[in-house]
């Protein structure tokens, strides 16, 4: 079993940053890619961006690339997710999740193992 916790989300100005954290126990961090996801109202998450054990690939959806950046300590047991330039339309539930798979994946039924999400709210 693997449990995520996630943190950092909150309330923030256009054009403003956040930095989310996803804190992994109970299985060795290193054995699985990771991934964050978000939902906006409605019943579809949205891929975001995956890091592979090493920290070493990684793959940006195009709604993020070039603004959010992913990155993992496995000293740590922790993925980032960096996001800057926030817009009103990055408002969601921001998740992490971690895949046993060996390669990076955009598709949510891929991933093991689920956080319990972080609010994200960007005011314009």
């Known amino acids: 079993q693997v449990q995520l916790v996630e943190s950092g989300g909150g309330l923030v100005q256009a054009g403003g940053s956040l930095r989310l954290s996803c804190a992994a126990s109970?299985?060795?961090?290193?054995?699985?890619?990771m991934g964050w996801f978000r939902q906006a109202p409605g019943p579809e998450r949205e891929f975001l961006v995956a890091?592979?054990?090493?920290?070493?690939?990684?793959y940006y959806a195009d709604s993020v690339k070039g603004r959010f950046t992913i990155s993992r300590d496995n000293a740590k047991n922790t993925v980032y997710l960096q996001m800057n330039s926030l817009k009103p339309e990055d408002t969601a539930m921001y998740y992490c999740?971690?895949?046993?798979?060996?390669?990076?994946?955009?598709?949510?039924?891929?991933?093991?193992?689920w956080g319990q999400g972080t609010q994200v709210t960007v005011s314009s």
């Open positions: 109970g299985r060795t961090f290193s054995t699985f890619n």
């Open positions: 999740a971690a895949d046993l798979s060996p390669g990076l994946d955009t598709r949510e039924l891929q991933y093991n193992y």
């Open positions: 890091i592979s054990r090493t920290g070493g690939s990684t």
